[in-house]
T-cell receptor, first 113, second 112 residues
């Protein structure tokens, strides 16, 4: 019940295209859903996060869509750029304890010029 | 820059040895969490410390232990190292009342 499942495992997108990564969770007690970006040799960096009281949140080219009934959420990267090439992780936790994050397996994104 | 610094960046140890990894956080970051990230996997929660006391633990054996100090630094200790302990170890700290956790760059541990 603690799992967060992420797909696809890898993704190749042309420059200017839309990258879409999906996640599904099981624990209905989770109410904080962040997305992290990780470059090789670096720690994860928070991109954007959402709580279940909204169905969508947008920050610049990054949008999270959230479907509470399906227990799914997704990251959309609009106008993907080569600099977006990295590994992306979704995560989930209780908002009362966001230090205990349950991460998905990760998606390696490659944006081709 | 996240203000979270880990040391060393790389480390090679022999099976059966003990290792101590260190994390230095910003002032006011009272909560620190440690994660293990195996190659090609997402980070897995090891444990969390708040005001120098452990207040949450993941599915890791007791040979994984930690300490948090009043100066906002912390340690992860691993005894009796096994080959499967080879991973990137991440610490993440968070100020009280904040949601976002800030990750360090990690320590790459290789056990041979």
């Amino acid at each position: 019940q603690q799992q967060v499942k992420q797909s696809p495992q890898s993704l190749i997108v042309q420059k200017g295209g839309i990258s879409i990564i999906n996640c599904a969770y099981e624990n209905t007690a989770f109410d904080y859903f962040p997305w992290y970006q990780q470059f090789p040799g670096k720690g994860p960096a928070l991109l954007i996060a959402i709580r279940p009281d909204v169905s969508e949140k947008k920050e610049g080219r990054f949008t999270i869509s959230f479907n509470k009934s399906a227990k799914q959420f997704s990251l959309h990267i609009m106008d993907s750029q080569p600099g977006d090439s990295a590994t992306y992780f979704c995560a989930a936790s209780r908002s009362s304890n966001t230090g205990k994050l349950i991460f998905g397996q990760g998606t390696t994104l490659q944006v081709k010029p | 820059e996240t203000g979270v610094t880990q040391s060393p960046t790389h480390l090679i140890k022999t099976r059966g040895q003990q290792v101590t990894l260190r994390c230095s956080s910003q002032s006011g970051h009272n909560t620190v969490s440690w994660y293990q990230q195996a190659l090609g996997q997402g980070p897995q929660f090891i444990f969390q410390y708040y005001r120098e006391e452990e207040n949450g633990r993941g599915n890791f054996p007791p040979r994984f232990s930690g300490l948090q100090f009043p100066n906002y630094s912390s340690e992860l200790n691993v005894n009796a190292l096994e080959l499967d302990d080879s991973a990137l170890y991440l610490c993440a700290s968070r100020p009280t009342g904040f949601t976002e956790a800030f990750f360090g760059q990690g320590t790459r541990l290789t056990v041979v």
